[in-house]
């Protein structure tokens, strides 16, 4: 019989690290939100909050695929895509005042939702052209 575990390795890992960045975000929020700069909530935690919600549903949808597909989206599609969206977040301002003016969250919230998108157009690509 074969060991489902043995053979997600990579899919498990990566899942249980972004659960890990999303406990890790609610409990800063709720035990040290009121002790640090509204820089620091706004620049680095909410984004890194999102990141790790979107990346918990992202990583659960390809437990449901073989792990070839999920190796393949990393190096493919990830390995540019998340640099880019990193790279838009950062030049992203934390604070403005304009009334058009987006979040460094709502940039990471709408990277990894269209990252999503990409991923469940390329899980069915991939599985039709692997036919498993």
Known sequence: MKNYLNSR?????????????????????????????YGMV????????????????????FLF???VIFTSFLKRVVSWYLPILFYLTATTSIYS??????????????????LGLIAVVYAFAMRKKLKV
């Open 97 to 114: 005042s304009h009334i058009m003016s987006v979040d460094r969250s709502v940039v990471v919230l709408y990277g990894m939702v269209l």
């Open 42 to 61: 706004v620049g680095i935690l909410k984004p890194l909050g999102a990141l790790g919600m979107c990346a918990t549903v992202l990583v659960a949808f």
């Open 65 to 67: 695929f073989p792990q």
């Open 9 to 37: 390795k990579i899919t498990i890992t990566a899942l249980l690290i972004s659960v890990v960045i999303t406990i890790g975000y609610f409990v800063t929020m709720i035990k040290f939100a009121d002790i640090l700069s």
